[in-house]
Antibody, heavy 121, light 107 residues
Framework: QVQLQESGPGLVKPSETLSLTCTVS????????WSWIRQPPGKGLEWIGH???????NYNPSLKSRVTMSVDTSKNDVSLNLGSVTAADTAVYYC???????????????WGQGTLVTVSS | DIQMTQSPSSLSASLGDRVTITCRAS??????LSWYQHKPGKAPKLLIY???TLQSGVPSRFSGSGSGTDFTLTISSLQPEDFATYYC?????????FGQGTNLEMK
């Protein structure tokens, strides 16, 4: 069974870049889309964007100017960079595998446990 | 963006109760809807995809229905492990969006 594990700094200073890695075990990242999703404290879930194993990506327009995602097939991991962070970016960040059923039908069938990132000086 | 609105936002129920959660999309999304269960400190868990398809390993007391703009998640007989927050999510168009969540609590 595939397992996802997010890792990265738990504290980031305002205006700096948040960098997280999602390591996939028990399965290959090939042939899947990989999404990043976040949940600010006390709020709901927000989709940040996704990246295909080939490297093509699609980001939420609300974050697009600050987001970069990448894949490393040799390491079987996916990375997220979010630049110019503010306190509003404080959240639990999840990576998730996106399975597809044709056209745009997609669902998140495997998730990491999530990692809390706090933006504070 | 497609807005997803869940109701109720919170719900108190007892073991054995039948519970229904509603999700409404701001425009038609066909059956491009999924449901997730989320417990504090845990990874969200996929319950239903394509509006009605039960994810492998999910108990049959969970069921989904609907198409177009109106969807429901039903738990036929509440079990202790079902108390959690539930989210709907659309994949009809990006950005994917989630409902605000329904917090299911024990009465």
């Amino acid at each position: 069974q595939v397992q996802l594990q997010e890792s990265g700094p738990g504290l980031v200073k305002p205006s700096e870049t948040l960098s997280l890695t999602c390591t996939v075990s028990g399965g290959s990242i090939n042939s899947f889309y990989w999404s990043w999703i976040r949940q600010p404290p006390g709020k709901g879930l927000e989709w940040i964007g996704h990246i295909y194993y080939s490297g093509s990506s699609n980001y939420n327009p609300s974050l697009k100017s600050r987001v970069t995602m990448s894949v490393d097939t040799s390491k079987n991991d996916v990375s997220l960079n979010l630049g110019s962070v503010t306190a509003a970016d404080t959240a639990v960040y999840y990576c998730a595998r996106e399975s597809r059923g044709g056209y745009s039908l997609a669902w998140f069938d495997s998730w990491g446990q999530g990692t809390l990132v706090t933006v504070s000086s | 963006d497609i807005q997803m609105t869940q109701s109720p936002s919170s719900l108190s129920a007892s073991l054995g109760d039948r519970v229904t959660i509603t999700c409404r999309a701001s425009q038609t999304i066909s059956r491009f809807l999924s449901w997730y269960q989320h417990k504090p400190g845990k990874a969200p868990k996929l319950l239903i995809y394509s509006a009605v398809t039960l994810q492998s390993g999910v108990p049959s007391r969970f069921s989904g229905s609907g198409s177009g703009t109106d969807f429901t998640l039903t738990i036929s007989s509440l079990q202790p492990e079902d108390f959690a927050t539930y989210y709907c999510q659309q994949s009809y168009s990006t950005p994917y969006t989630f409902g605000q969540g329904t917090n299911l609590e024990m009465k």
